[in-house]
């Protein structure tokens, strides 16, 4: 990558970028974004689906969840790797080892039909890791593309696209799975990293240069990255407020409706319907985030989220109907907030620490939420879905008062 200007340091018009609605190479990075989030929702849906009528909802669980302890294991590194090896190069490898892995599972399921499940346990646990490569290194591609006044529109348009790609998919990986088998929605998903692989080769081409790590060791590396977090306070404040959200409200969305649907005995029917308006208002929430540029972008992502805390008290209350402005209140709320602070977060991270920094965030997601899920679960028995919706909500608030009031200062890009 040739020596320039950081991409928070110039304007769009000093850098000679056109504006994103014309940016081609980043509206094909979009796309294929939005293919590769439809077609890993397309696999985890048949994945399910396969787990359930083969071994049960016990095994199901495990092994949808399997994929989490790989990640969590070997994200660290992943992180290292990230700092270390320039973007395109781990992002192209680790979406050829993704297809590799499909390519494996399907002509194994073929071969060997009567070693289903554990053909799909190797699968899952192998994409685990994968994940764990990665996730880092494209994370970090945002800031070596676009300047920072456009990364706001940037993450706005990148969760709008997801939340469609997702809502999307999930319809198709059941269709998929009725009409063939798992190994159908396998080959799909194969094909979108085909995709997002060649863009990134061919598409991708970095226009801000990004310091890499070059220590004596992977391990002084990850040291280092450990200390950089700790000694920075807004990135810490950032990474708890992020493992705080996946506390509290992960839990609420999955299991609180999912209870509180099965305690009223509205039938799976609503359950769908509640999850489509959380990805829908999510989608929206996202949308309005592009177009609108406060100030204190920070501040008030913090207060959209307090707000949403007492969405997440809200699920605990009231019918049907309620229940689901709830669901669309707390997804529009969670769509907006996630594209300023991922916003805040690619530029209040120093580059050269980016990797390692987005690993401790899928670190703490990977390790907390199992236990998340099945604390609020806990908690829901032994008082009521109504009383852990109530505490999640208001903890959620409480916990984005302070990060507020820590991240107020923080202005827009370029802000006079």
């Known amino acids: 990558m040739s020596a320039g200007p950081a991409a928070e340091t110039v304007s769009r018009a000093e850098a000679g970028l056109p504006p994103l609605r014309r940016d081609r190479s980043v509206q094909a990075w979009v796309a294929a974004r939005g293919l590769s989030d439809a077609g890993d929702t397309i696999w985890s849906v048949a994945l399910a689906w396969t787990a359930v009528t083969m071994a049960g909802p016990a095994a ?12 969590a294991v070997f994200t660290l590194a992943g992180g290292v790797l990230a700092d270390r090896w320039e973007t395109r190069r781990v992002v192209v490898l680790a979406n050829v080892a993704r297809v590799v892995v499909h390519v494996g599972g399907i002509v194994s399921l073929t071969l060997l039909p009567h070693r289903t499940f554990a053909t799909l346990v190797v699968v899952t646990v ?23 006044e456009d990364l706001r529109p940037l993450m706005g348009t990148f969760q709008t696209v997801s939340r469609l790609a997702r809502l999307a998919g999930a319809p198709i990986g059941g269709a998929l799975v009725a009409a063939f088998d798992v ?13 997002i692989g060649a863009v990134y080769a061919v598409v991708l081409h970095p226009r801000f240069p990004r310091t890499l790590g070059a220590g004596a060791s992977w391990r002084g590396d ?20 992020f493992a705080g959200l996946n506390l509290f409200v992960s839990p609420a969305i999955a299991v609180g409706i999912a209870l509180r649907v099965a305690h009223e005995g509205w039938g799976a029917h609503t359950l769908g319907v509640m999850e489509a308006c959380v990805g829908a208002g999510a989608a929206a929430g996202a949308l309005v985030s592009v177009r609108w540029d406060p100030l204190r972008p920070a501040l008030v992502a913090f207060v959209i989220l ?9 699920f605990g209350f009231g019918g049907q109907l309620f229940l689901g402005a709830a669901a669309t209140f707390v997804g529009i709320t969670a769509g907006g907030a996630s594209a300023y602070l991922s916003a805040i977060f690619v530029l209040t991270v120093d580059s050269a620490f980016f ?18 899920m099945a604390g609020f679960g806990a908690l829901s028995g032994a008082t009521s879905v109504t009383t852990a919706c109530v505490i999640a909500g208001l903890s959620m608030s409480a916990m984005c008062t302070w990060s507020g009031v820590r991240m107020a200062g923080v202005r827009r890009p370029n802000a006079v």
Request: cysteine-free.
């Open 60 to 71: 199901a669980g495990l092994l949808v969840g399997l994929s989490t302890l790989p990640r």
């Open 126 to 148: 192998l994409f685990g890791i994968a994940d764990a490569v990665h996730n880092p290194a494209s994370s970090t591609m945002a800031r070596q593309m676009v300047v920072a």
């Open 183 to 195: 190994r159908a929605a396998m080959l799909v998903d194969a094909l979108s990293f085909v995709v």
């Open 222 to 241: 990850l040291a280092a990255g450990l200390r950089y977090v700790a000694r920075t306070p807004a990135v810490r404040t950032l990474l708890v407020s």
């Open 306 to 314: 307090v707000l949403q805390g007492f969405g997440i008290v809200a």
């Open 355 to 372: 990797g390692r920094a987005s690993s401790v965030a899928a670190l703490f997601d990977d390790a907390m939420m199992p236990a998340a």
